[in-house]
């Protein structure tokens, strides 16, 4: 039997009729939900919901719940919060965006009810996502991946940070910078945009480096093949900086090595029929909108 699990935030906004009408629309159907724990206790807590419906709370629940979907209902950031559930699983995700437009969680609120008619009827596609995995240190988060990015920044201090990054062991070069960005084609429209990175289509097979704030101006973003084997060493004055993937940080010692690859699985986005990465790129951007009246 199908199964289709829900994850979304504990939060007001996420009202119990998104797991209402999902419940009932899948109930006709014959298939499963399963929803995120924490959420599906607040909405019994805040809204009285007595619905009786299976819940999971981790990778490994998910995992035995075996889902065919997985549905986001939030923002990008709450979709990049599903890849700690997802994990290799392969499971694909649709995002169901409550706020302003995303690049990942692209469907309107408003088409929230046609949008489970069409991944009921398997009116989609699915792009695979890859992911940036970091290898070294290896203990510093639960799961040790990232969709959008890694980034590497100061901590305290108002000094700068000297990287040096190699690539297969080859020498790139010194960046004296806030931070630096490693991003994959997915995360290029995120934090590395931001800071001057070009975006590219989500299926390039590269990454991004881009400095946050380089000291040196001629030093512009660079992309490179995913297949690089990318080895970064910070030096600095302050003993301990920052780490992070996508909304995940933790603390590393100044001088350790960092080791990142291309992870050996990827993510699986669900585009409804209709939508497309560049639709949503004129959308978001406003390209093409005349201003001039």
């Not at 075996?66 to 499971?91: A, R």
């Not at 009810?113 to 792009?127: N, P, R």
């Not at 690539?167 to 004296?176: E, K, V």
Request: proline letters at 4%.
């Amino acid at each position: 039997m199908m199964t289709v699990a829900f994850y979304a935030r504990p939060v007001k906004d996420n009202v119990p009729d998104y797991v209402k009408t999902l419940n009932t629309r899948l109930n006709k159907e014959g298939i499963n939900l399963v929803v995120f724990e924490p959420y599906y206790l607040f909405l019994k807590k805040e809204f009285g919901f007595n619905l009786d419906i299976a819940t999971f709370s981790s990778h490994e629940d998910l995992k035995q719940q075996n889902p065919d979907y997985l549905i986001s209902l939030g923002g990008d950031g709450t979709m990049l919060e599903t890849l700690h559930f997802i994990g290799d699983t392969g499971v694909p995700v649709l995002g169901v965006n409550t706020g302003r437009l995303g690049f990942l969680a692209s469907v309107y609120k408003e088409d929230y009810t046609s949008a489970i008619d069409k991944l009921i009827e398997k009116q989609y596609t699915i792009h695979s996502r890859a992911l940036l995995q970091l290898q070294k240190p290896n203990n510093l988060f639960e799961m040790n991946v990232a969709l959008n990015e890694c980034t590497l920044v100061k901590k305290d201090s108002s000094s700068m940070l000297s990287i040096d990054v190699h690539l297969d062991g080859i020498f790139l070069n010194s960046y004296w910078a806030d931070g630096l960005i490693i991003s994959t084609p997915t995360g290029s429209t995120a934090y590395s945009l931001s800071c001057g990175g070009p975006i590219l289509e989500p299926t390039s097979e590269s990454f991004i480096l881009t400095p946050i704030a380089p000291h040196n101006l001629n030093v512009r973003p660079i992309v490179i093949n995913d297949k690089s084997e990318i080895s970064l060493k910070i030096k600095g004055r302050d003993k301990q900086n920052l780490i992070s993937l996508d909304s995940k940080q933790a603390t590393i010692q100044t001088d350790d090595e960092v080791i990142l690859k291309k992870a050996d699985y990827r993510f699986n986005l669900i585009n409804l029929n209709g939508q497309n990465f560049f639709n949503t790129l004129r959308n978001k951007l406003m390209w093409g909108l005349d201003k001039r009246n």
